[in-house]
């Protein structure tokens, strides 16, 4: 069967996503790109999808607005416990604006 | 047994401090011989109250928030992570004075089936160390089917609670969708996202489940289930009626089956017509075959979708293991191109895909679309019968055969179980005797918010069936 994704195009999905592929990684993911595609174009298979809206939530549910009780959150020191590198209460990351 | 352990509990004051350490000293032993642990803990004695949980030894999958406890989803990415806060379930089950021995394996970040592609290593079946217990909540099933503990947590996105139940010969069950609050249990797909219960006996899943059920402000999709989910569960089913689908049942569809497939179905026939002599009127229906096999596809396509957008946050940055470069975006990627493995970057790539702009409608819109027309065919479906019951599937496959590839052939036996979250149903497994010489299934899924009404059905038939309180017997 062709293949009708190439190298690029896997290379460019997980780019969007900010993950690096091995060419291992790349060629694995390619090789079963077109029978994933071709799975899940089952899909479209069915019939009557037009008339249906698409289904985001198991059930119907009301949302209602909960009262405003005042909790304890955490302090910032709890918040920083997992960051790698901060200074006071700012987390530190490379210089983002130049 | 919850109730029998909590009795000792009260009367003999000094039982706590056994089973305490029994089940500590337990813990090592079976880690070495099935690896179902991420951490293992030594909780302190509690004061014993009337509550059934006090004092009672549990195991927690491991992605599930623990405040100054790691907690890693099984993934390389949050290996070293030690959350800040618990998750409404942990603190729940802390106010009850429930002891957590352990934190249990899982597939990497709940995505896969089979037990084998968390950080640590894979989890082995109890009943044989060469099978797979199933997953992803592997480790929970693990603890569970070893005698180890009496509950563990598990989270059950497609059927990581029920099908490593039914590979492990226990009970896996998956309550209404909101019934147990998902607030700290890491999202993989939000919308398919439970949280449910594995034990030895049905009784104690509805003890379990009553415990810790409610509305939870901090999450914004948890419900109220005002029944007691125990009160009825000893009433006759005499008169109930459930139904089985011929497409997955009926042999006559299979081209070649095998043999193991053979014995799995007579058993699950053999059960019926067990089910049938206690008064419960079973009827066999058929649904089309193409939507059938389109469950598995709509899987795939939500939950990789839901998951590529939830696990957008694993940056490394305000948590995680943080990626080395001196830019900021090379950073982030450094972090996720180390933490994911193969796998999980392959469920992310095709997630990605599908919400590509011009792939939308296609495929994520289209399948929300299947997803609607499933669970009106099964509303419809519940307006009339009590229960749906079918197979979980075969026997657990060997470690050295299975894979996580993705396959075009869609094997609607081994996939079924996903009705259950596309419509948010209550749906429970039990075992169903041996093929093989290792564990099968069934499972019960009703309409939503009777759970009461499936864990009745589940216990009535659990207790003819004989695999009650079952542990595993390692057969090699």
């Given at each position: 069967m062709k293949n009708k994704f190439d190298e690029n195009e896997i290379t460019k999905l997980a780019d969007n996503l900010l993950i690096g592929l091995t060419k291992e990684e790349n060629k694995l993911i390619l090789d079963e790109f077109s029978y994933i595609?071709?799975?899940?174009?089952?899909?479209?298979?069915?019939?009557?999808?037009?008339?249906?809206?698409?289904?985001?939530?198991?059930?119907?549910?009301?949302?209602?607005?909960?009262?405003?009780?005042?909790?304890?959150?955490?302090?910032?020191?709890e918040v920083l416990k997992n960051v790698t590198d901060h200074d006071g209460r700012e987390i530190k990351v490379p210089k983002v604006v130049n | 047994m919850i109730q029998e352990l909590h009795k000792k509990?009260?009367?003999?004051?000094?039982?706590?401090?056994?089973?305490?350490?029994?089940?500590?000293?337990?813990?090592?032993?079976?880690?070495?011989?099935?690896?179902?642990?991420?951490?293992?803990?030594?909780?302190?004695?509690?004061?014993?109250?009337?509550?059934?949980?006090?004092?009672?030894?549990?195991?927690?999958?491991?992605?599930?928030?623990?405040?100054?406890?790691?907690?890693?989803?099984?993934?390389?990415?949050l290996k070293n992570y030690i959350p800040v806060f618990d998750a409404t379930i942990v603190e729940k089950l802390n106010n009850l004075g429930a002891l957590c021995v352990g934190k249990t394996v899982l597939d990497e970040l709940g995505m896969g089936g089979t037990g084998t592609t968390g950080h640590t290593g894979v989890v082995k079946n109890p009943w044989h160390k060469d099978y797979i217990c199933g997953g992803s909540s592997a480790g929970s099933a693990c603890a569970v089917a070893s005698g180890l503990v009496s509950y563990a947590i598990g989270s059950d996105t497609g059927d990581s609670i029920r099908k490593p139940a039914a590979l492990t010969g226990i009970v896996g069950y998956k309550p209404t969708y909101g019934v147990l609050s998902r607030y700290g249990l890491f999202q993989f797909a939000s919308s398919l996202d439970h949280v449910g219960i594995l034990t030895r006996n049905v009784l104690d899943a509805a003890i379990v489940v009553n415990e810790l059920k409610g509305r939870d402000i901090k999450d914004m999709t948890s419900i109220n289930l005002d029944t007691d989910l125990i009160e009825n569960i000893n009433a006759s089913i005499k008169n109930k009626k459930l139904f089985y689908i011929k497409e997955i049942c009926d042999i006559n569809n299979y081209y070649k089956p095998s043999a193991t497939l053979v014995s799995t179905?007579?058993?699950?026939?053999?059960?019926?017509?067990?089910i049938k002599n206690l008064g419960v009127k079973v009827e066999e229906i058929s649904i089309n075959k193409h939507l059938l096999e389109a469950l598995h596809p709509t899987y795939i396509t939500i939950s990789c979708a839901?998951?590529?957008?939830?696990?957008?946050?694993?940056?490394?940055?305000?948590?995680?293991?943080?990626?080395?470069?001196?830019?900021?975006?090379?950073?982030?990627?450094?972090?996720?191109?180390?933490?994911f493995s193969t796998l999980i970057k392959r469920?992310?790539?095709?997630?990605?895909?599908?919400?590509?702009?011009?792939?939308?409608?296609?495929?994520?819109?289209n399948a929300q679309k299947v997803r609607k027309l499933v669970v009106n065919t099964f509303n419809e479906?519940?307006?009339?019968?009590?229960?749906?019951?079918?197979?979980?599937?075969?026997?657990?496959?060997?470690?050295?055969e299975v894979s996580e590839?993705?396959?075009?052939?869609?094997?609607?036996?081994?996939?079924?179980?996903?009705?259950?979250?596309?419509?948010?149903?209550?749906?429970?497994?039990?075992?169903?005797?041996?093929?093989?010489?290792?564990?099968?299934?069934?499972?019960f899924t009703g309409k939503i918010k009777d759970d009461a009404n499936i864990?009745?059905?589940?216990?009535?038939?659990?207790?003819?069936?004989?695999?009650?309180?079952?542990?595993?017997?390692e057969v090699k």
């Open positions: 595609e071709e799975s899940i174009n089952k899909i479209n298979g069915i019939t009557g999808l037009d008339e249906l809206e698409p289904l985001t939530h198991p059930f119907p549910v009301s949302l209602t607005l909960e009262e405003d009780i005042p909790t304890e959150e955490l302090t910032i020191d | 509990l009260i009367s003999d004051n000094k039982y706590q401090g056994e089973l305490l350490t029994d089940t500590i000293k337990k813990c090592q032993d079976y880690q070495t011989k099935y690896n179902l642990f991420v951490t293992m803990l030594e909780p302190k004695e509690t004061k014993i109250t009337d509550n059934l949980l006090s004092g009672i030894p549990y195991a927690l999958k491991d992605n599930f928030s623990t405040k100054g406890i790691l907690s890693t989803g099984s993934s390389n990415i179905l007579k058993e699950f026939n053999k059960t019926i017509d067990t839901e998951a590529t957008s939830n696990y957008s946050n694993l940056t490394g940055i305000s948590f995680g293991e943080r990626g080395n470069s001196t830019n900021i975006m090379a950073m982030i990627k450094d972090a996720r191109t180390k933490g469920r992310f790539v095709i997630g990605s895909y599908v919400l590509q702009k011009e792939n939308q409608d296609k495929y994520f819109l479906l519940f307006k009339k019968y009590d229960a749906l019951i079918l197979p979980c599937g075969l026997p657990a496959k060997k470690i050295s590839i993705i396959s075009k052939d869609t094997n609607i036996l081994e996939n079924h179980l996903v009705i259950g979250n596309f419509g948010g149903y209550p749906s429970i497994t039990i075992p169903n005797g041996f093929v093989n010489n290792l564990p099968i299934g069934i499972n864990l009745n059905i589940a216990n009535k038939v659990e207790e003819v069936l004989g695999y009650k309180d079952q542990i595993a017997k």
